[in-house]
């Protein structure tokens, strides 16, 4: 059984840095994609960004160049790593999974993620 569980997440003021982790138990597919999305109140989920089995990743604009993700196999563990951080990036934070996927070119993600964790909140003060 797939269970995504995410950590990391608290309170910083703006310009500040988190790491995001995500623990993928029980997902030991060898081709896949993982993705973070957040959730702002009154606002639709928008993909930060995702990775693949072979390394590709992409972002969305408003974390290009600020935010980095990463996987490590040996821990099945997907990092969000966040620096320069500003009040528009609070929201739920929350990974998801995939087999059989990849980053297309384009940057392009499937449209829906079998597996997905509950989140963890980021607040980002001014």
């Known amino acids: 059984q797939v269970r ?3 950590s990391g997440g608290g309170s910083v003021e703006a310009g500040g840095s988190l790491r995001l982790s995500c623990v ?3 997902f030991t597919y060898s081709h896949y ?3 973070w999305f957040r959730m702002a109140p009154e606002s639709a989920r928008e993909l930060v960004g995702g990775i693949d089995s ?3 990743t992409t972002y ?3 974390v290009k160049g600020r935010f980095t ?3 490590d196999n040996a821990k099945n563990t997907l990092y969000l790593q966040m620096d320069s951080l500003k009040p528009e990036d609070t929201g739920m934070y929350s990974c998801a999974a995939d ?3 990849s980053v297309k070119p384009g940057g392009r993600l499937p449209v829906g993620f079998q597996y997905a964790g509950r ?3 980021v607040t980002v003060s001014s």
């Open 4 to 6: 995504l569980q995410e």
């Open 24 to 26: 993928a138990s029980g």
């Open 33 to 35: 994609c993982m993705a």
């Open 54 to 56: 072979d390394g590709r």
């Open 60 to 62: 969305g604009d408003s």
């Open 69 to 71: 993700i990463s996987y």
């Open 99 to 101: 087999r059989g996927c």
């Open 119 to 121: 989140g963890t909140q």
